[in-house]
């Protein structure tokens, strides 16, 4: 083997080593300041950053720290390699000499990128999660609708999965563990019970009940925990090397760990750094017995956030908290297992829920204009998929509810997906992002993230910053009209997409672009592409086909240096020519690169001008992938890559490499583990190297080591010329034959999928009409195809029908001519005819077709009845074009302190406090001056009576009388100027009860008092009546001194009485939680 290969065999080598070792997902570090321990005990306050792949530790004044071999923790200094390792001195030893916030060296730091990108990316759901997945997407695609109660009825159709999973517990000898196994068992597997942390402290409930809750009763948790044992060594032996804690704990323990589906490492201890951090290898994870946190009280056993992170790990889940696509505590697999210090983490997101089969959310497609509700996610499993033309906005109703209880805030949450990039964490953008309503980052965990972000109405529109714009500016979905109604959420949702291209999912439908089709393919479906150059990103969707017009016809071309192609599991590519982009000559400019899949075909397709243009990562540890099928790569045209297919497999996870040509690489083949698979009946012609494999094997003897004499390769012409040593030369097997049935030729149009010249012709569009061709063969109103026995020169005209007219080719043809073409392979055309009758306009405009045969919308006339869209008004007309709203919905809140509102969206009254301080009314005619103070009426003064005169009692305001009373005194009661009859002081006729006469005045004169004669008793009785009579009707009028409230409203006792028991029952309710 030349050098120059064993340098490149061993760098390949190397680097999936790495990759192996480096790829187990971790938790983030906790926010804030804690203490760790040093090995005499002492405590040591630090900050972290980071986590397993690259943390970084400092003290409280930003000097960065690294532990020792023996567990000790010293300021660090910078390795020649670039990594941080402990020095000399101790950490409350002088800094001099060393500098603040000290991080590794950029490559390191590169290093580490690349770790976190290889252990996302390499992470797949479970099989039963993902064969559960794939059930709930074909139910949906035969379910239409959608809504809170289609989703349980949709879940329920799918038998719930479970997980057995053993729980290690080990110690060490100079580190004893703290709690008992019954802790860990209410910690892990009790349902209803564990309230309480081992402290004290109050719990959301166990890693069970959580995986329940998020699930919707859809993963059944269960398991069994092991007592502890005790590890051979002392901790420090093990901060390098957790697989040798894991053996010895296993072999302690006795555990059969057939019986389980994964298990959990707990050892004794706090948390430490290196392999011991929270980190998931594969189908198991590690972590301490407590996490940092000492309290008041002691040291707690650590909740169960961070143990439901690392399970999250086990089940597929990635780390979503890497730099600017930081989720923050919106979710688990962010920083949201350190909530309520890591006793109640927050539910997954809806794209985890949906990648593990919890969740189908409704589906928004081109043309959906209309309102949202959404339900809280915990407690119905319920969201919205919009589709715009590049990507996927995924709506979800976070609200304080069950483990979502400690969220920073409450809405809508919009997350923007982008399936295409590959990582979740690195990159110019991200697999999954938070759209932030404040665009403050989620990283932050600020409380304005969920829509509408603190504002009484909330939109994301492609105006708005944020703007809902996909990464490459276009912009065709928008919200509006975001608001919350208790729990609920509404909103206006408008989504639009440009007309198709003629891109066909399993037959039907006009897509825009790849990926609409590919989203709204279900499991088995074919998506056809026509010919043509498609320049996007492509992630091919589970058990789904992605078949191009042929080689040369079909073009996939890269966009940069990013993989071209992600296969799903089960998934094939066939038909296209993939072609580099520009510059794309640096690594990770791959044409397909695996992933987790190893259940794929490629075949008839060329791929030109990549690095790599297939990168087999085969056979990642079975604990990933769990899938003994391999990837197919036949009857494939491989020119002018660096790589043509680069392979690392393990675990005997073999690819199969049959009938492909490998043209001017400069390395057709490379192996960099010990066999290069089923490798044979390749073509290998003007490679630099044809195979560079470990074990120095090379072409055998099917192959074929001659030019395939294509016909015109420079122009991507990859048929064979007649008398190409590539004809007949395939695998002779009867399953590798062309169509004709005869051996299979080697090369992209060789094989059962190198059918013989065809022509496939597709009508769409809104109108109708024909397509007819010469020579005969094709002449269909909708589609079909003809078949030739070789390459055939074939012209195509369109003939609209009346009402219809035609707009052009699309595939294979352009123009609105008649189109003469070439039939070599497979090739489609699409014959696009639009009816004359003009769509419909808005509400106030009629739709008409002028002389010219062009559509115009007049308005229509003022009053015609149209829908302004606001639902809290009603009988909506037209006026100039417009539709105006009138006679809005009247909202009256009956509380003094709140203002009634209509919320357009829903049309529903809403009622909305007034501000403190605000006047208003209780209803108790005793008060007066009453204000609003928290959205309750009171603080009003007593109101003053003025007495009614001195023949009334004193007067006094009663509730139930409704204000001020006085009741008269009895008649014949002495007053000032005689004696109270009905209420009034009036003299006394008979002068028996005159004042005496003031000081120093003569006696009354004679006959003025004394008895009246018999004559005179008639002429009193009757002016005493009379007097009486003037009393009472006085009396019938209001008293004058009785008092009357603002507004009016007088007293009364009925309205009294119910103003003191609201009073009491306020402030019973007020003082109902003061201590008696």
Request: net charge negative; hydrophobic share 40%; proline share 8%.
């Amino acid at each position: 083997m030349p050098s120059s290969l064993r340098v490149v065999t061993r760098r390949v080598a190397a680097l999936a080593s790495a990759l192996l070792s480096a790829a187990a997902a971790a938790a983030p570090a906790p926010p804030g300041a804690f203490s760790v321990r040093q090995p005499d005990g002492s405590p040591l306050a630090v900050r972290a950053y980071g986590d397993e792949h690259g943390i970084v530790f400092e003290t409280l004044d930003g000097y960065a720290l690294a532990q020792t071999a023996t567990g000790e923790w010293r300021l660090a200094r910078l390795a020649p390699e670039g990594r941080l390792v402990a020095s000399d001195r101790a950490a409350h030893a002088a800094r001099a000499g060393f500098a603040p916030h000290l991080r590794p060296a950029p490559a390191a730091l590169r290093e580490m990128d690349v770790r976190r990108r290889d252990a996302n990316s390499a992470r797949a759901p479970l099989p039963a999660l993902r064969d559960r997945a794939r059930a709930l997407d074909g139910l949906a695609a035969s379910r239409p609708g959608g809504g809170e109660a289609a989703g349980r009825a949709l879940l329920a159709a799918v038998p719930p999965a479970s997980f057995r999973l053993a729980v290690l517990l080990v110690e060490f000898p100079d580190v004893p563990h703290t709690y008992g196994a019954d802790a860990f068992r209410a910690l892990f597997f009790s349902e209803g019970t564990y309230r309480k942390s081992p402290l004290g402290y109050d719990v959301t409930g166990s890693l069970r009940e959580y995986w329940a809750e998020v699930s919707y009763g859809q993963l059944s948790v269960t398991g069994e925990v092991f007592d502890w044992v005790r590890a051979a060594a002392p901790r420090s032996e093990y901060l390098n090397d957790s697989w040798r804690l894991r053996d010895e704990a296993i072999a302690g323990s006795g555990v059969d760990l057939s019986q389980f589906d994964g298990y959990a490492l707990v050892y004794a201890g706090e948390v430490q750094s290196s392999a011991l951090w929270p980190n998931a290898p594969g189908n198991w994870y590690v972590m301490s017995e407590t996490f940092y946190s000492s309290t008041a009280l002691g040291v707690d056993l650590a909740g169960v956030g961070t143990h439901c992170h690392e399970f999250g790990h086990v089940l597929g889940l990635p780390d979503l908290y890497y730099g600017a696509g930081n989720i923050g505590t919106w979710g688990l697999m962010g920083s949201g297992n350190y909530l309520d210090a890591g006793r109640t983490p927050p539910h997954v997101g809806a794209w985890e829920k949906k990648r593990l089969g919890w969740l189908r959310p409704e589906r928004l497609a081109g043309g959906f204009a209309g309102p949202l509700r959404l339900p809280p996610v915990a407690s119905a499993p319920a969201a919205f998929e919009v589709l715009t033309e590049r990507s996927t906005f995924l709506l979800e109703n976070r609200q304080w509810v069950g483990f979502d209880t400690h969220l920073p805030g409450h809405g809508m949450l919009v997350w923007h997906v982008d399936e295409t990039q590959a990582s979740y964490t690195t990159g110019d953008h991200w697999i999954l992002d938070l759209v932030e309503a404040d665009g403050i980052p989620a990283s932050t965990s600020a409380g304005g993230t969920p829509f509408p972000g603190g504002r009484t109405e909330g939109a994301l529109t492609c105006a708005t910053t944020p703007s809902s714009a996909d990464y490459d500016g276009s912009c065709s979905f928008e919200l509006t009209g975001i608001v919350e109604d208790g729990d609920d959420v509404h909103a206006d949702a408008v989504v639009s997409w440009r007309r198709g291209v003629g891109i066909t999912v399993n037959g039907t439908g006009d897509h825009p672009t790849l990926f609409t089709a590919l989203a709204m393919a279900p499991a088995g479906s074919t998506v056809r592409v026509p010919a043509g150059t498609f320049r996007e990103l492509v992630r091919l969707p589970d058990a789904v086909s992605l078949a191009g017009a042929g080689p040369g016809q079909s073009i996939l071309e890269a966009l940069d240096a990013r993989p071209l192609v992600m296969p799903g599991e089960d998934s094939a590519v066939s038909g296209f020519t993939l072609r580099a982009a520009a510059g794309a000559d640096a690594f990770g400019g791959d044409a397909l690169q695996q992933g987790y899949s190893t259940a794929f075909t490629v075949t008839n397709s060329a791929f030109v001008g990549f690095y790599t243009a297939i990168a087999l990562w085969e056979g990642w540890p079975p604990s990933w992938n769990r899938d003994s099928r391999v990837a197919r790569v036949t009857n494939n045209v491989f020119d002018g890559n660096t790589y043509g297919l680069m392979i690392t497999y393990y675990d005997g996870f073999v690819p199969t490499i049959r009938n492909n040509a490998f043209f001017r690489n400069d390395y057709a083949v490379l192996a960099s583990t010990s066999s290069t698979g089923d490798l044979g009946y390749n073509a290998f012609a003007r490679n630099g190297v044809d195979i560079a494999a470990v074990d120095g094997s090379g072409p055998g003897s099917s192959d074929v080591l001659a030019d395939p004499a294509f016909v015109d390769p420079d122009a991507g012409d990859y048929r064979l010329s007649p008398g190409s040593a590539c004809i007949d030369a395939g695998d002779p097997a009867a399953s590798y034959s062309d169509v004709d049935g005869t051996r299979a030729d080697i090369g992209a149009f060789g094989g059962p999928g190198g059918a013989p010249p065809r022509l496939v012709v597709t009508r769409f569009g809104s109108g109708s009409g024909r397509v007819v061709s010469a020579p005969p063969g094709i002449d269909c109103g909708s589609t079909c195809s003809a078949t030739y026995a070789s390459a055939m020169d074939v012209t195509l005209t369109a003939e609209p029908d009346p009402g219809s007219r035609f707009d052009g080719w699309a595939g294979a043809c352009v123009g609105t001519g008649d189109c003469a073409l070439r039939v070599s392979g497979e090739v489609a055309v699409t014959a696009r005819f639009t009816s004359t009758a003009c769509p419909a306009a808005d509400d106030c405009h009629e739709a008409v077709v002028d002389a010219s045969g062009a559509c115009v919308y007049p308005a229509k006339p003022d009053g015609a009845p149209c829908d302004d869209g606001d639902a809290c008004t009603r009988a909506d007309a037209c006026a100039a074009g417009t539709c105006f709203g009138s006679d809005p919905l009247a909202c009256d809140s009956p509380d003094p302190c709140a203002a009634s509102t209509c919320s357009a969206p829903s049309g529903t009254c809403l009622a909305v406090p007034v501000p403190d301080g605000s006047a208003c009314e209780d209803r108790d005619p005793c008060t007066i001056g009453e204000t609003c103070a928290g959205g309750a009426c009171g603080g009003g003064a007593p109101v003053t009576c003025e007495p009614a005169g001195e023949c009334h009692t004193a007067a006094a305001c009663e509730i139930a009388a409704g204000g001020c009373t006085s009741s008269p005194l009895p008649d014949g009661t002495p007053c000032s100027i005689g004696l109270c009859i009905g209420g009034v002081c009036t003299r006394d006729p008979t002068g028996i009860s005159e004042p005496p006469p003031p000081a120093g005045g003569g006696a009354p004169p004679r006959g003025g008092g004394g008895c009246a004669s018999a004559g005179g008793g008639g002429e009193l009785a009757g002016l005493l009546a009379a007097l009486g009579a003037l009393v009472r009707a006085r009396l019938r009028a209001p008293i004058a001194g009785s008092a009357r409230k603002a507004g009016g409203q007088s007293w009364s006792p009925a309205t009294a009485a119910r103003s003191a028991s609201r009073r009491r029952s306020s402030r019973r309710a007020a003082n109902g939680s003061a201590t008696r």
